[in-house]
């Protein structure tokens, strides 16, 4: 499982002369996003705030009133009364605790979060609301991933105007 890819648009054209750094601090930016996001993101995705903003399916029970026996029933109520939580795409918490070891790979062009958390492709909707980014963290990943960037290029731009 994989979150899918941030595009991000390119500022121009990089002289010839200086691709090597572009690729190496394209790298490193993607790298800091991929980071960023497993760090600040990923825990989340287990919480009801982030249900609700990101717009997850509303789970048999959520709807019922609590206490009633259609609630005990229910997918909810079974999780409470066996877990004592309601935590959207959290079952026993073992899925939760697979999702804290991810695989990051970078590339020029990516970067890419592997996870191991089998148990959300069990619905094919449950794996689309792990993936699924909200809009504030698309910006803030955009972000981080332009102060990286021109961190990185404008650092080894001034150093290569130095030689010339």
Known sequence: MEI??????????VPRSMAKQHRQASREAYQAIAEQHHRENTPKRFTKQHAQAAGYR??????????????????????LRKFGHALPLVWSGQTRDRARMATIQVTTNRG???????????????????????????ETLGQTWESVYARLFDRDLDQGMRFI
Do not use: C, H, M
Request: aromatic share 14%; hydrophobic share 30%; no cysteine.
């Open 4 to 13: 899918r890819a941030i595009k991000i648009r390119e500022r121009g054209p």
């Open 58 to 79: 509303q789970r048999k029970g959520e709807e019922l009133q609590f206490g009633t026996k259609a609630f005990w029933g229910s997918y909810t109520g079974r999780k």
């Open 112 to 138: 890419q979060l592997r996870y191991s958390v089998n148990a959300l492709n069990y619905n094919p909707w449950t794996r689309d609301e792990f993936v699924r980014l909200t809009p504030a963290e698309v």
